[in-house]
């Protein structure tokens, strides 16, 4: 009897996971739709919220779009597209993608391209119109209509220099944005002057885009920061999106009160920021909390804001951690978490996909730690329940999702080794032996699970591995043998026995006078 009940129950499993497939390729909804561009659906109504789509346009928008293969890019409203209409993108093969505009009198085919449309805009030029989009890598692609014969093609060493393109005005000026002294900024250019590249971006008349006050960090570099404080920073996935009040915060708050005793986890999430968005927000709560560690998880909702290239994503990444690098905090990265369901398909997998990649990249050129959670979701055991056990919603982890995460930040805080002390000399004696002595110090490591001190001495400058002693204390003596020059330097070790960097060095010869190193 129990065999065949877990038969019965295989075959219900089975058809639920197929059901599951099903029921993920489903065509996207009017309502999915507005979920899914809310931020430009906001554009179009006025003051009081009402719709100033009319009629038309929420015929328009009722139609369904392929979610595994098409993207919703944004709505316009322009005479040569049929009025009001939806840009789409399609993904017909791999690095090959159709543009088109969807009005209610059809589908106008725009062109295809080997790589992903950001932000296209169509705009007057000259006698006719022209179509302005971006590559991933924020390159500027000007192409004329119809036809999508190729006009010019701008491309620059920042990839954060260009943002988007809004809507533009009656006499073809492009509205932008680019990244400047920290902040983005609005500007325009002439299509024309842009097409024959009289007016480069970086000359751009710009106001800010910035609210905050902070105009620069550099002033606070050195600031105390405190080791037991942990900073939890990024969108909806940190604020805890479904379940606030049990996320990967409060899970790694408990584990941090198991492993120190006292520690404060700072939740900074905002549902739906970008990473345009954190790169502004970012400096003033560095300053504000002080925390040693930062918890960095952003760049989720970048996948699906086709306003912004990957190339961009990744350098406001890169321009938020040396930020913090450029205060003493040391951050930890992690990839982004797989998005499921639609959201997974198509463009928006090849973009995580790149962002991911991107991140693992950037971790090794700035030598920070990261945790793939990509790959610890994606991967995730068969029989512990797999990917979509630790999933609430096609974006956020279920609360078993969350306190994998926490187990994750608190695994890779525990191995972190300490910061390197600060060694000075407080002098000399003269030994028992008659070898010339030295008495160090050295500034007390801030770790909060601290276990001791090493001091290590060696022949020569790259090779300083000779333990002299372990020591709890902030000073040592040391009285060491031979006419050969020795340099000395201390490491500092925690509980969980991470050995730290080395210290600064200095060398003497027993018997001769010392100098500094």
Known sequence: MASSWRVIMKSVLKRAWLLLLVVSFLPLTAQEIRETVYDRYTLLQDSQGASLLGPSGEQLFSQTLDRSREALLRIGDSPLLGGLHMMVVRKEALSLYSLSAVSLQGSVPLLKTAFFPHAPVVFPFRSGWALALLDETAALHIYSLPGGEEITTLGYEEPLLLVNLSETEKDGVLRLRRYLEGRYRRGSLSASDVVSKRA????????????????????????????????????????????????????????????????????????????????????????????KYLLFHEGTNDIVNFDIPVET?????????????????????????????????????????????????????????????????????????????????????????????????????????????????????????????????????????????????????????????????????????????????????????????????????????????
């Open 200 to 291: 480069p971006l970086w000359n751009l008349p710009s106001e800010s885009l910035s609210k905050s006050s902070l105009k620069s960090t550099s002033s606070y570099r050195g600031m105390d920061l405190d080791f037991r404080k942990f900073l939890g920073f990024g969108d909806s996935i940190t604020w805890g999106k479904p379940t606030p009040n049990d996320c990967y915060i409060q899970w790694l708050q408990s584990r941090i009160d198991e492993w120190i005793g006292e520690g404060t986890v700072i939740k900074e999430g905002v549902p739906g920021e970008s990473t345009i968005m954190g790169l502004e927000r970012l400096p003033t709560l560095l300053l504000q909390h002080r925390a």
């Open 313 to 517: 994503t990744l350098a406001n990444i890169r321009a938020m951690l040396e930020t913090a690098l450029s205060l003493g905090v040391q951050p930890l990265m992690t990839t982004l978490i797989p998005r499921n369901g639609w959201f997974g398909q198509g463009a928006f997998k090849d973009r995580e996909l790149q962002i991911c990649q991107g991140l693992r990249t950037m971790a090794k050129e700035l030598n920070l730690p990261i945790i793939d959670l990509w790959k610890i979701f994606w991967e995730y055991p068969s029989s512990s329940g797999g990917y979509y056990s630790l999933m609430a919603d096609v974006v956020h982890p279920s609360v078993k999702g969350y306190h994998l995460m926490g187990d994750n930040w608190y695994q890779t805080l525990r191995a972190l080794p300490p910061e390197a002390p600060v060694m000075k000399l407080e002098g000399f004696f003269l030994s028992s032996s008659g070898t010339l002595g030295v008495r160090i110090s050295w500034s007390a490591a801030k770790e909060a699970d601290l276990k001791e001190y090493r001091v290590y001495w060696g022949t020569s400058a790259g090779e300083i591995t000779n333990l002299y002693g372990p020591t709890e204390n902030l000073s040592a003596t040391l009285s060491l043998s031979g006419s050969s020059t020795v340099y000395i330097g201390v490491r500092a070790v925690d509980q969980d026995g991470n050995v730290g960097p080395l210290s600064n060095t200095f060398s003497y010869t027993p018997r001769r006078f010392p100098k500094p190193y």
